[in-house]
């Protein structure tokens, strides 16, 4: 195990070009298996796309990536960093080089809409209450929500307060923006910016940038690589015209959204006419 | 049997390792500790008027009715023996050593506990806690650590509060009410209060409010993470709390006897 870590990590030097490598990564949930033999890696400097039905484990696996949770088996490495071997130091040094958009925007109640932008920069920096306020409409208006600055969490809609959290992941000016399913709830206009704005903070500050969606359209138009994941491991991948012309069935039934195919609409269940019957209650 | 014996051992592997993990977190509280009062004292002020300052207006009514049912029931019976004057003795004894720790740590759980941890829970289910995480700041230090020490220090100045209130109100029914003799209520009160009964009440109400403010945050920072969880921590918090809180009175006062 330690050997095989190793040559892992002599590979690991020489591919700068990979910023976060996964390999043999398992993970499970009580006697749930949510990866399995799961093998990604995301390039620097690229747009890189985690699709797949719903209750795959994207979330999960964006959780593991920034070690919020502890695969049982497998390596994550972050820019060559093995990051199991961090120690909490190490790890928030690590994050900061992160900013992470949550699947329900997860800002703090008990501070307004400027506050909660500015948090990362009040615990982290020493700059003048000017400079703070300046970083922060910036970051602000950039989302289209500079005038909502003095409203608090609970009174903003959820797409709002997903934008809100948007300015927030990108107000350290991190390395690497994860967002976890941006798109969701947003109006076809604020969608147009917002999907507009991680494509121009890709290309213009470089950042690597991770994006969970199930808007096939929307991924298309922004990803410069997608990982259609299902029943624990990287089913399908490569850049979205490669997807689009694949012939595999599971990628054509999710491109497509068909009901019919390789991955179940439904969550393992019971055989639905026993079930209803009342067979297996028996 | 065997299954008796498996189960027996379970729940002891249970409880000794929750107890562990308890101690473990306390430790963790201590040791962020010095570090946030002197970064950011700030923040331990407002959490100091979150559990202090809000929880003045019930304490300062529970004090009052606490010290004059004090006053009526020791003026019913100490009149008995004709021992009228010695109210105030009883009453201040009573609140000073006693009753003002215990009620107002019994207070403290049910309004200030509850609220840490049912903060505390929904933050973990919003998953704010996590967001901060990510933001490399560590929310045992920033959300924990300041709510853990404000309910510390703002609890030996609820007893305080308490207390005083409370023998106001011996005062107003022994006094006003029944014509118990003024100066004979304060000065056998003066008399036979020594600086050991205070130190005994100090002492009580700054281990109670460790305890109350404790098992309050580490409630809500275990919670499980849904609305389900949340409300079960709350109701956790007062139970527990009165329970350790009950426990500890009766330790301490055997100790200091
Ligand atoms: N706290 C938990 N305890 C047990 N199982 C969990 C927990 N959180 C998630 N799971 C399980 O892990 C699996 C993956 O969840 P996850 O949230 O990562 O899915 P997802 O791909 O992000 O789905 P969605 O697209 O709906 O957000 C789910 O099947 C879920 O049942
Ligand atoms: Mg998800």
């Known amino acids: ?282 | 049997m065997n299954a008796l014996i498996r189960d027996i051992y379970n729940s002891t592997h249970e409880f000794v390792r929750t107890f562990g993990a308890f101690q473990l977190f306390f430790l963790r509280l201590i040791r962020h500790s010095p570090r946030m009062i002197v970064r950011r004292p700030g923040l331990i002020v407002k959490q100091i008027y979150n559990a202090g300052a809000l929880s003045m207006v019930i304490i300062m009514v529970c004090g009052l009715f606490v010290g004059g049912v004090l006053g009526l029931q020791g003026y019913a019976n100490l009149s008995r023996f004709n021992a009228e004057d010695s109210v105030g003795t009883v009453v201040a004894l009573a609140l000073i050593k006693e009753l003002g720790p215990v009620i107002t740590a019994l207070l403290f759980a049910g309004r200030a506990g509850t609220a840490l941890s049912s903060e505390i829970g929904l933050m973990k289910a919003t998953d704010q806690l996590a967001a901060m995480e990510m933001m490399a700041v560590n929310p045992v230090r920033r959300v924990l650590v300041p709510r853990f020490l404000g309910g510390v220090i703002a609890m030996p100045f609820l007893v305080a509060v308490f207390t005083c209130i409370g023998l106001f109100g011996a005062h107003l029914v022994s006094i006003d009410l029944l014509s118990v003799d003024v100066g004979a209520f304060w000065q056998q009160m003066q008399l036979s209060v020594s600086m050991d009964d205070i130190r005994e009440g100090i002492i009580k109400s700054f281990v109670f409010g460790v305890v109350a403010s404790l098992l309050a945050v580490w409630e809500g920072y275990n919670a499980m993470p849904t609305a389900e969880g949340v409300g079960r921590a709350t109701t956790r918090t007062v139970v527990i709390s009165a329970i350790a809180v009950l426990i500890l009175d009766f330790m301490i006062t055997a100790v200091m006897l």
């Open chain 1, 1 to 282: 195990m330690l050997r095989r870590r190793e040559n892992w990590l002599k590979a690991l030097d020489g591919s700068s070009e990979n910023l976060i490598e996964i390999r043999d990564l398992m993970y499970s949930r009580g006697s749930r298996v949510i990866f399995k033999d799961m093998n990604l890696t995301i390039k620097r400097g690229e747009v890189t796309a985690l699709m797949g039905p719903s209750g795959t484990g994207k979330t999960t696996l964006l959780r593991l990536i920034t070690r919020q949770l502890v695969p049982q088996h497998g390596v994550i490495c972050v820019d060559g960093v093995d990051i199991s071997s961090l120690n909490q130091a190490g790890l928030y040094e690590m994050r900061k080089r992160f900013g992470m958009l949550f699947q329900n925007g997860a800002l703090l109640t008990d501070y307004n809409v400027f506050e909660n932008v500015a948090f990362p920069l009040r615990e982290h920096t020493s700059l003048s209450n000017r400079l703070i306020r300046h970083v922060v409409l910036t970051k602000l208006h950039a989302v289209g929500l500079r005038g909502a600055a003095d409203m608090w969490p609970s009174q903003l809609s959820g797409g709002m307060a997903r934008r809100v959290a948007l300015a927030r992941a990108m107000v350290m000016d991190p390395e690497i923006l994860i967002y976890d399913e941006p798109f969701v709830g947003l109006d076809p206009i604020s969608m147009g910016v917002i999907v507009r704005l991680v494509r121009r903070m890709n290309d213009a500050l470089g950042i690597t940038s991770i994006i969970v969606s199930h808007d096939v359209a929307e991924v298309s138009t922004v990803a410069d690589c997608s990982y259609l994941i299902s029943d624990g491991k990287v089913a399908a991948s490569g850049s979205p015209d490669e997807l689009h012309a694949a012939n595999s069935e599971l990628v054509r039934q999710f491109m497509h959204g068909m009901a019919d195919g390789p991955v179940a609409f439904h969550f393992e269940a019971p055989d639905y006419a026993e079930q209803l019957l009342g067979r297996d209650a028996e």
